[in-house]
């Protein structure tokens, strides 16, 4: 390939820049280079920039692909030294034109909110009147009045920080670099370490203020702390000891002299009534500021001593507030009582991005023409064409029994007065009865959230091929960005517009774990919600809460326009009424109409004897063979790859073949498919939402919801004559309830080792030795949970959910959910990244060697990576990622933080001296939430050979393995010595 490299270098970038291009190029021009070059010669290039990057570092590469065409590949360094796509300006000037006149002069006695000069008061005003308009309206429930009272307040309350002087001081300057920072950096030199920012003076301010607040209970005072507060997202300061607003206090009184924090106490009374008088203005019926904030300044003295009294301990108010000590019937309260938290500061982060967008002659024009509700209905949900799509979905099917069913159980969840619940065998069309149920709701859009991407991948393929393929269909995740194929990726712009936006929860809990997402909660809130396989998140850390909050914000609408439903073959009736607050009769059931008969064989095996497992049998005629770990699938299919026609797939794929190879198991397993495969072997992955069948299946023991889940993929469709046979592999450590073994202590450490056990109890009980249909299965099922008579169990399942729950807060309480605001100099801009706060764990990205295993007796090392970085800045990467806490496990961290320096001169770890190998991992580990700088699990021999050779391998090395069949996956290559031991 040709390309051209432009420096719009300055100072001493030049000469670096130069220095580094000569290598590479031909200089063509003072300021360009152009070559000939390979691939891995343009990665070399862009490696080597990035290594030295400064602010005056600008270069930019084309990639030359005709005689008139050229491309734009990357751009390293300031980004501001071209535009779109990579074009130079070739004239500027330095003097003042006219159109960038301002017309408005700051005044010196006047308080302003932002450098666009909007004036405090008015800014504050309309914030307030704007997010108590949303809250109402995406409510629409008067039971909220209250609550729609503490909107207006915090709105008007959330910004009296900004009168702190030294704000003031530096948005009437009006020479600020960085106006999009807005109230969070003051100048170049200011440092927030040592300074509170505005929601925390705004905070400390109210506080010295509270106990003149009149008509306002503890609950509502402690709702406006928490969204004054918590507007902005938690500072990161190096040596954070801003505790609480005494912390604050001192700080502020330090840097002010005590006349002027004094004054600012006196302006925030008076900026109050300013804010009252605005509210007049404006309206007659906004007069809550004159009944409940009759601030007062009699003696400055007095009020100081009060409120270092009152709160000398108290800290900052709690992100998310729950304690390990609550019963699941507290924990519910504080349930309700965070996803309260979450819409209030959803409603005034919304208006205050909102009014801050306008310049201060839009804002004053908007109060003055009492146009404010305009802005509001921007919010609401779309009228879009979907009805029109949902209403020919029951044309496509036959008028029998099972679809009039089907629309009954349809109309009966529309009717319900609060969350619809659905509760159906594998197999039973709950996608169509959820697309009825849509239709009769006369949905504008609808939102289907799945806890895996896989979910979402069979979602997706059902919407687009089947139901709905005349409407705007997206899938929408962290790694696919495609509408109505995957052909047609999504542009930036229109992400989340589709009629129906299939997407992970991880996505949705963005808006009430972060702050750049906040404001996505009020769409959510609009929308017809579908939360398909809601069960999984029971036993996941954090997401079994966080979900359970997204639930109680729907439940704050009204009556019968919730407009929620869940959809779950395996219910949980145990997590619907001790943390949702559902009680079982409220779920709709819609029976199986699949009348083929089945049987359970429970099998007992070692887990330490593992080739001589059932899972390393081979298999043939349609099986599936289903795993609680990715790895025990993986061992299996490389020990019968030459004896099976099968097919392995689990999580552990990179990108590209994640999207590949679902596609394969789908076409080959769905109703009418190509039956290519005859096995596969699989984690659990393929036990939801993936409409696949086979005629046989072998599974680990695990708990009921999984059991049923993998059962519904065993003669999906009702086509097998012959009784169907679920065989149950399971250990005596799972019988027992013991944590010992692998099998059960990966069942405990997912909070549901006891589950499992007296599930088997009660299978082995009711169904040993018998032939059973769907129907009574799903019937024990439910017995399982309320039945009387298995009270005994069910205290052992409350003893899992209780755990759960539990876990969860200890992780809350870790503020793991806490957005965190990192301020940086200067910031290279990337393309994925994995946030400090992810809830799925602490992973980073990761770079593998390869390793074919066609002979896995005899693996080649081969001499490639599983992946290449792309050419370009818009290209995702093909990426992988792994848990740190495996990473640094297996001592890999230590073994990188040796090696990498030498093998990869442009990595920043390179500069650390080798005797400070704890700096270097904190460095590797911090970069490699980038993919740009993943962590190299394994290494190829070209580059082991700079550090001392292939000898030098180390002994828990995680490859990318490969066979002619298909790829493997992550694996270790002890984990793959191991079927070589008999």
Known sequence: ???????????????????????????????????????????????????????????????????????????????????????????????????????????????????????????????????????????????????????????????????????????KKQKQKDPDEDGQHIDVKFTFDKHPRHNEISLLLFNLLEKQCVGLNNPQKES???????????????????????????????????????????????????????????????????????????????????????????????????????????????????????????????????????????????????????FIEDTQEEISTLMSSLEGVAQKFPNSERSQKQNEIAQKL????????????????????????????????????????????????????DYLPDAKIEIFTGEFKYTNSWENLTP????????????????????????????????????????DEYHEYIGMEIFNLLFAELIANKNMRKAYEKNTLLVSATPHYLYLKEILGIGSDDVIEMPSFNQSHYQVNFIDYDDADKLNSPFFKKYDTKTFVISNTALTAQQSFIYHQQHENSILFHSKFKRSDKKKWFGEVYESFKKNG????????????????????CNAMLSEMTHAENILQRLGRLDRFGENNAVNILTIAITDDIKQGKSKGSSAKFLNSLHGLQSAKVWYEFLHHQLADQTFTLPKLYKLYKDFYLSPENEKSQQLLLQDLDKAIKSSILQLNNKVTEPVKVVK??????????????????????????????????PIFENSYAYQPPLDDTTEFDNLTESLSIIRDLGLITFIAQKHGNIDVTHPVQGIPEKKQTTRCIVLENYARDAEYPLYLSYIEDDLNKVGGTGVRHTEAIYYAVCDKQPIGAISLNKIQVLTTN
């Open 825 to 858: 100099k200067s910031i290279t801009e990337r393309k994925s990244k994995i946030s400090k706060n992810s809830l799925r764990g602490d992973s980073r990205f990761v770079q593998l060697a390869v390793l074919n295993v066609n002979d896995y007796k005899n």
């Open 674 to 693: 190509t039956a290519q495969y005859d096995v596969l072997r699989s984690g659990p992955i393929v036990q939801a939402s993936l409409n696949i069948s």
């Open 1 to 171: 390939m040709i390309v051209t490299f432009v420096s719009q270098c300055e100072k001493k970038a030049l000469v670096r820049t130069r220095r580094v291009l000569d290598a590479f190029a031909d200089r063509i021009g003072d300021n360009t280079w152009q070559t000939v070059i390979t691939e891995d010669g343009l990665i070399a290039v862009k490696k080597l920039l990035r290594k030295a990057v400064t602010k005056s570092t600008a270069v930019s590469c084309h990639w030359i692909r005709g005689r008139r065409r050229s491309e734009l590949l990357w751009i390293v360094g300031n980004r501001n030294k071209f535009n779109a796509q990579g074009i130079v300006p070739v004239n500027s000037t330095q003097k003042e034109v006219f159109m960038d006149v301002t017309t408005m002069k700051a005044k010196q006695d006047q308080f302003y909110a932002n450098t666009k000069l909007q004036p405090l008061a008015e800014h504050s005003f309309a914030i307030g009147y704007i997010a108590q308009k949303l809250f109402e309206r995406i409510l629409d429930n008067e039971e909220h009045q209250n609550l729609s009272k503490v909107a207006y307040l915090a709105g008007c309350l959330h910004d009296l920080g900004k009168l702190d002087p030294h704000f003031q001081d530096w948005v």
């Open 492 to 531: 930036e712009n229109e992400y989340f517009s589709g009629d129906v936006v299939v997407t992970t929860i991880d996505q949705i809990l963005g808006s009430i774990t972060t702050h750049s997402k906040v404001n996505s909660l009020l769409p959510f809130m609009n929308a017809h919600v579908v939360f």
């Open 224 to 374: 406006l702390q928490h969204v004054i507060y918590w507007h902005h997202a938690k500072p990161y300061r190096q040596k954070d000891d801003f505790t609480g607003v005494i912390k604050v206090y001192e700080y502020l009184t330090k840097n002010l002299n005590d006349d002027a924090f004094e004054n600012l106490v006196k302006n925030a009374v008076l900026m109050l009534k300013k804010i009252q008088q605005s509210a007049s203005h404006y309206s007659s019926e906004f007069t809550q500021i004159e009944k409940h904030l009759l601030w007062s300044v009699e003696s400055f003295n007095d009020l100081i001593e009060s409120f270092q009294y009152d709160f000398k301990s108290a800290e900052f108010p709690e992100f998310k507030r729950y304690l390990i000590t609550d019963t699941l019937a507290k924990t519910r309260q504080k349930i309700s009582y965070n996803a309260q938290h979450n819409l209030l500061r959803a409603c005034v982060i919304s208006a205050d991005r909102l009014v801050s967008s306008w310049s201060a002659d839009e804002l004053i024009e908007n109060l003055a023409q009492q146009c404010l509700d305009d």
């Open 414 to 465: 529309a009717d319900v007065r609060d969350i619809s619940v659905l509760s159906g065998a594998a197999g039973c069309g709950k996608t169509k009865i959820a697309l009825e149920w849509a239709k009769l709701k006369n949905a504008q859009k609808i939102i289907w959230v799945c806890p895996r991407i896989q979910v979402c991948q069979g979602i997706f393929e059902e919407l687009t091929t």
